[in-house]
């Protein structure tokens, strides 16, 4: 089922995406530049998931983070430069959820798999702990079939 939104970003392009990636100092997965083209971001209506061993098994997604969003805090380019917490390399937040946590994708590979990423415990300190980043899904394209509306 194709991922429907309530409300998204502006379209995005290639140059915008290139642009984004040499900020990075590495490039984005094939699924995930194709994501970006074709929606850019956005409040999604399939916005809940699971999560693999956490307390509260189930997550919703308030907004998928785009490039040159009106929103500026829904913007890849503003969380990049505003990381309550330092990254391990390859690990790039692509949205947040409804209690203000992560979600993200290892660019390492070309299937991105996606974690939840439970920032409570970096409240503060900016330290990154291994133990907060949980499973969502092996692969991008998996996380976005396994995204359904809220009930």
């Not at 907060?132 to 976005?144: K, R």
């Amino acid at each position: 089922m194709p991922i429907e939104f309530k409300s998204s970003n502006p379209a995005t392009d290639l140059a915008a995406i290139e642009e984004f990636q040499r900020t990075l100092g590495f490039n984005l997965p094939a699924c995930y530049r194709d994501f970006l083209l074709k929606h850019n971001g956005g409040r999604p209506i399939q916005c809940v998931f699971p999560i693999t061993g956490f307390a509260d098994p189930i997550g919703g997604i308030q907004v998928f983070y785009g490039l040159g969003t009106p929103v500026k805090t829904s913007d890849l380019n503003w969380q990049i430069k505003n990381r309550i917490v330092h990254f391990p390399d390859g690990i790039l937040e692509i949205a947040c959820t409804d209690g203000n946590d992560l979600i993200c994708i290892n660019t390492k590979t070309t299937d991105a798999p996606v974690y939840f990423f439970d920032h409570r415990p970096s409240w503060g300190n900016g330290i990154w702990r291994d133990g907060d980043l949980y499973a969502v899904a092996p692969s991008f394209s998996e996380f976005l079939s396994k995204l359904k509306a809220k009930k």
